[in-house]
C-alpha cells in the first residue's frame, strides 16, 4: 500500500527507487549490491532514474535466479489513495486507478527479497531486478545493462492477473506516430480554399474501421489488433484544421501479419490525403514514423523457468495454468536478451481504470510463490 501511494508516472520512478532502496537498506542489503543502471539516458523520454538491480551472492552454488516487476504505473494511477475494502484493496478516489499494475509485483519481489535479508535465508545467487518505463514500450528492460544481471539462467516475472497464471508468451507491438498536414483557411469565408487534416484523419479511420483493419481483427486465419489512441488537432471551429497527430498500434503474434496490419494502416492514410483537395487542387500530406516497441516470443514448453515456477505453485496447492498475452511484457525484451522469462501474477484486477483492484489474498500468495522460487533449493 505504501508503494501504490508513491507517484511514479513512466518516467518519473524516482520516489518508488528510493522507497525500494531505503528498504533493502535498512534490511541489511550491502550499498555495493544496490545499483541504479542508465538506461534511462536511452529510452525515448527523459526518465529519472535507470532500472534497479540487487544482486545477491549465494549461500549455496546453484543457477543465478532473477526476480523482477516494474516500477512505473499508466498515468490514471497518479495520487491513488489505496484502502482496503473487505478482501480487496482499492483507491479511495473513485478518478484514480490503483497502481496495482505493477506495484503488487514490486512489493512481491521486495518481500522475498527483505524476507531473505532480515532472516538470513539460505538461497542461490539472486538479482532482484525494477525495470522503469514499461508502461510506455517496455523500454527500462529493452535498454537495461544486462551485465548487471549476473547472468541468470532462471528468470521470474511478475505482472497482471492470478498467481496461478503462468505466462509462457506474448504478442509483438509496432507503435506509430502519424502526422498529416494540410492547409488552414477560413471555415466560413473560404472553406473550399482549405484542405482539413481532420477530414483526412476521418476518412483514414472510417476506412480501417469498414474494411475490419481497426480493434480485433481477423483475416482468415490471422489474427491481431490494432488501435488508433491518440488524436490531436485544430484549435478553433471556424479554422480549417491544418495539422492533425495521431498515435496507433499494431499487435500480433504474427511478424508478417503484423507488417500487413501496419500496411493496412499507412495506405488508409497516404489515400485518405489523395482523396482531399482545395478548391486549387492542393492536397495534404501525411508522415508516418514507426517502430518495433517488442517481438512476440514463445517459451519452449520444457523451459526451466516454466517448469520450475509450476513446481512451486503445486506445492503451494494452486494448478499452474500456461497462458499466451496478447499484450506486451518484460519479458519479451528479457527474452530478445538471452533470458527466458516466465511471468506470474499478483491478484491485480482491471489494470488501467478507475475500478481497479488488487485481490489481497492473491496478493499474498505471489510473495509465498516469489520466496520460494528466491530460495529453494534445486
Known amino acids: 500500500m505504501q508503494l501504490m501511494s508513491l ?7 524516482g520516489p518508488v527507487a528510493q522507497f525500494i532502496m531505503d528498504q533493502l537498506r535498512q534490511a541489511g542489503a550491502p ?18 532514474v535507470g532500472n534497479l538491480i540487487l544482486q545477491l551472492s549465494g549461500t549455496f552454488p546453484a543457477p543465478r535466479r532473477l526476480l523482477m516487476a516494474h516500477m512505473d504505473t499508466v498515468p490514471i494511477c497518479l495520487g491513488a489513495k489505496p484502502i482496503l475494502d473487505g478482501d480487496f484493496v482499492r483507491s479511495a478516489d473513485s478518478n484514480t486507478g490503483l497502481g496495482a499494475d505493477d506495484r503488487a509485483g514490486a512489493a512481491a519481489i521486495l518481500c522475498a527479497a527483505l ?6 535465508l539460505p538461497h542461490p545467487p539472486l538479482t532482484f531486478f525494477w525495470p522503469i518505463q514499461e508502461e510506455i514500450g517496455l523500454y527500462g528492460a529493452r535498454h537495461a545493462d544486462i551485465k548487471l544481471l549476473g547472468q541468470p539462467k532462471l528468470a521470474f516475472n511478475w505482472d497482471g492477473g492470478t498467481p ?5 508468451g506474448a504478442t509483438g507491438g509496432y507503435r506509430m506516430q502519424i502526422d498529416i498536414e494540410g492547409l ?12 482539413s487534416a481532420i477530414a483526412i484523419a476521418g476518412l483514414a479511420i472510417g476506412r480501417l474501421h469498414q474494411q475490419g483493419w481497426h480493434g480485433q481483427i481477423v483475416k482468415g486465419k490471422s489474427r491481431g489488433t490494432s488501435n488508433i489512441g491518440f488524436i490531436h488537432g485544430g484549435a478553433a471551429t471556424n479554422v480549417v484544421t491544418d495539422r492533425v497527430q495521431l498515435k496507433a498500434e499494431a499487435r500480433s503474434h504474427d511478424p508478417k501479419f503484423r507488417r500487413q496490419i501496419v500496411e493496412a494502416i499507412e495506405h488508409a492514410f497516404h489515400d485518405a490525403a489523395k482523396q482531399v483537395r482545395s478548391a486549387q487542387g492542393i492536397r495534404g500530406k501525411v508522415a508516418i514514423d514507426g517502430q518495433l516497441d517488442y517481438e512476440s516470443f514463445r517459451l519452449n514448453d520444457d523451459e526451466a523457468c516454466i517448469t520450475v515456477a509450476e513446481s512451486v505453485l503445486r506445492d503451494i496447492g494452486l494448478t499452474p495454468v500456461r497462458t499466451i498475452s496478447n499484450g506486451g511484457l518484460d519479458a519479451n525484451w528479457m527474452h530478445v536478451h538471452g533470458i527466458p522469462t516466465v511471468t506470474l501474477g499478483c491478484g491485480q484486477m482491471n489494470a488501467h481504470t478507475t ?18 522460487l528466491a530460495t529453494r533449493a534445486e
Open 7 to 13: 507517484p511514479g508516472l513512466s518516467g518519473r520512478e
Open 164 to 168: 496461478e497464471k503462468i505466462t509462457v
Open 31 to 48: 550499498e555495493s549490491a544496490i545499483v541504479l543502471d542508465d538506461a534511462h539516458q536511452r529510452t525515448p523520454i527523459a526518465g529519472e
Open 184 to 195: 488552414a483557411s477560413h471555415a466560413g469565408v473560404a472553406p473550399e480554399l482549405g484542405v
Open 355 to 372: 475500478s481497479e483492484r488488487l485481490d489481497i489474498a492473491a496478493f499474498h500468495t505471489a510473495c509465498r510463490v516469489a520466496l520460494q
Open 115 to 120: 524476507a531473505i535479508l532480515r532472516n538470513n
